[in-house]
């Protein structure tokens, strides 16, 4: 007879899953299984995430330190580095102004793409198996993690159905954008807080709105006629709580990457003066709650990150300004309705619309862009519609930069984006990245209009899904290109460096890093960022002016050195070189340095080497010098 009793709109799904029969105490297995039970289908949806974003991947995982992603290795070895000296807090030994690069001066993390979060999160994976392993790791789980939040925002928030949320958090998690800034972009493909921050926001509104959450599924149920138990009035606590959320929310992305928070906000901020606009009696309502919520959040995440921003924007090495052109990095107009070459059928002819392989943002397909477009006329003028295609066009517009191009050519025509240009701290994100906002609002569009047919009948309950099952068919992603890289020297894998410089001491290994060549970050890296070394790959106010710029200065040294490396030849050394040397160790406040055997040119990088300190000692497979 119970099974078929009515069910009551609002009753919790999960109480159709609990046995009667009581849970012993303390019995954490049997509280396990019943938690998998009431979720077994998001269970599923993430394992198919995981597997999906494990194949993407897998070209990394026979030899993680062994293996590079081919189109951008030269940031998978920065980001390596960055996990390494992320780790470094779990023993104790890291602070915001890190040592252990451009020596002396080192390196502000604050004003770089450090991931700082991960990196403390992931730091026993990365003591203990190496941050190759741990780059891996994250370059799957970012991109499976951010699917699986949406799917759960869809599911949870938009009532959508399972289906229909699993597709649109497929194109969130992979689509072409995503792909493409997983060539060692670790910063930018960490969105799964991104739904978390969007709940929190929508939780928040409706809290405030005083007529209770009446654009939720079942709020739209009470307000038909049912007795749950909906409120009249402010819900402070509800208020309360996400705001404190939010703040916690917003925190945590700051440290794993504020480009994203800064994309969210922009998003957000569009959709919600769209979304009111379209309903002025909810924004009449709300709005003194929410706005009231909002300064609270921005109040509470402030105690917090005040410090943190300050060191990035004024501290020491902090900088204020970004050092990428907007007019180069700018989206191809022409981009928007071709296939991402790093797709199943995309081409590589269309790799010349963008700057490179890591900034694939636009590649959605004429198919994908023409199915939504139909999806948002069909679903009419609900608010949620109007603040998507808002969100929509006005990020796609950003991301065209100050002046229009189109087929690889600049028009006389001014983007959008030629309003933000030059703002303090805006112009530190590239345009082509305003692009990555469109995939989650199209994702929504898509959800809204596939839930809508599947829930339906007649034609549009087949020929939405088919629709976008066709146009989802050319955005999906290929396997990412992996490559071989060289093995590093048993100096550094076997810590033979240790006799060369003590733990914390500065080893300068020949050639120097540079931003185009930083092979040799590598071994710091493999020693958990024990040691410091000159120079590198960093972002720095070493620029004109103080203003922003990847690497610093060389110095006459390294630079000598660096000329040896890439010209061979064996140069004329005299006092004045060597008197040169000595300073230039001296600033560095060089413990010793180190030539790996197999370096290119070694054989002349040794002789210059013996003229400026003395005859080297062989260290494993190194020749090192003692200054």
Same mark, same amino acid.
């Given at each position: ?89 779990? !023993? ?8 252990? !690069? ?156 504020? $480009? ?274 000159? $120079? ?26 660096? #000329? ?12 004045? $070189? ?18 790996? $055997?197999?370096?290119?040119?070694? #054989? ?24």
């Amino acid at each position: 007879m119970s099974s078929a009793a009515p069910t009551a709109p609002d009753a919790a799904p999960e109480q159709a899953l609990r046995s009667d029969a009581p849970t012993p105490a303390g019995s954490r297995w049997a509280r396990l299984r019943s938690a998998a039970a009431r979720n077994r289908a998001d269970l599923l949806v993430g394992l198919l995430f995981a597997a999906l974003a494990g194949w993407l991947t897998h070209g990394l995982w026979p030899d993680p330190a062994g293996r590079v992603l081919a189109l951008n290795p030269e940031d998978q070895a920065l980001y390596e580095w960055f996990l390494a000296v992320d780790s470094r807090a779990l !023993l104790g030994d890291f602070g915001l102004l890190t040592d252990r !690069l451009n020596a002396p001066d080192g390196v502000n993390l604050m004003a770089n793409t450090t991931v700082i979060a991960l990196g403390v999160l992931f730091a026993p994976v990365t003591l203990l198996l190496g941050a190759p392993v741990t780059f891996a790791l994250l370059a799957g789980l970012n991109l499976a993690g951010t699917a699986l939040a949406w799917h759960l925002l869809f599911t949870r928030v938009l009532g959508a159905r399972r289906l229909a949320a699993a597709l649109g958090a497929g194109l969130c998690g992979f689509g072409p954008g995503m792909i493409s800034q997983t060539n060692s972009h670790l910063h930018m493909t960490a969105q799964w807080l991104v739904p978390v921050i969007v709940w929190l926001v929508v939780r928040l509104l409706r809290a405030a709105d005083p007529l209770g959450r009446a654009g939720h599924p079942r709020g739209r149920a009470r307000d038909a006629g049912g007795s749950g138990p909906d409120r009249v009035g402010l819900d402070r606590r509800r208020m309360l709580t996400s705001a404190v959320g939010l703040a916690a929310a917003v925190s945590v992305q700051v440290f794993i990457g504020e $480009e994203v928070l800064f994309l969210c906000a922009v998003t957000l901020l569009v959709m919600a003066v769209a979304y009111a606009l379209a309903d002025r009696a909810l924004l009449r309502r709300a709005l003194p709650g929410f706005a009231g919520g909002m300064l609270l959040a921005a109040g509470l995440a402030l105690l917090v990150l005040g410090y943190p921003l300050w060191f990035q924007f004024a501290g020491p090495l902090g900088v204020t300004d970004g050092m990428f052109s907007p007019h180069y990095f700018s989206a191809d107009l022409s981009s928007w309705w071709t296939v991402s070459p790093l797709s199943v059928v995309g081409s590589d002819e269309a790799a010349r619309l963008t700057t490179g392989p890591a900034e694939y943002n636009t590649f959605l397909g004429w198919p994908l862009l023409v199915v939504t477009a139909g999806c948002a006329i069909w679903l009419g003028r609900r608010p949620l519609v109007i603040a998507c295609v808002a969100g929509a066009l006005a990020m796609g517009a950003l991301s065209l930069g100050p002046d229009v191009v189109l087929g690889g050519d600049r028009t006389t025509f001014p983007g959008p984006y030629a309003l933000l240009d030059g703002l303090p701290v805006v112009d530190g994100a590239l345009p082509m990245r305003f692009a990555l906002g469109v995939l989650p609002v199209a994702a929504t569009l898509l959800v809204l209009a596939l839930d809508r047919a599947l829930r339906g009948a007649g034609t549009a309950r087949r020929l939405v899904p088919a629709a976008v099952g066709i146009a989802l068919l050319p955005v999906l992603p290929a396997p990412l290109p992996t490559a071989e890289r060289p093995a590093l020297p048993e100096f550094v894998t076997g810590g033979h460096w240790r006799e060369c410089v003590r733990p914390g001491g500065v080893l300068v290994p020949v050639p120097l890093p540079t931003p185009k060549e930083p092979w040799p970050m590598r071994w710091a890296t493999a020693a958990d960022a024990a040691f410091g070394m000159p $120079e590198g790959f960093f972002i720095g106010p070493y620029g004109r002016g103080d203003t922003a710029a990847m690497g610093t200065w060389k110095r006459p040294t390294s630079a000598l050195l660096t #000329d040896v490396a890439q010209r061979g030849g064996r140069p004329a050394i005299g006092d004045a $070189e060597r008197q040169q040397a000595a300073r230039d160790a001296d600033r560095w406040g060089a413990s010793c340095f180190a030539l790996a $055997e197999g370096t290119p040119r070694a #054989d002349d990088l040794r002789a210059v080497l013996d003229q400026l300190y003395g005859p080297s000692t062989r260290i494993a497979d190194a020749w090192i010098w003692r200054v």
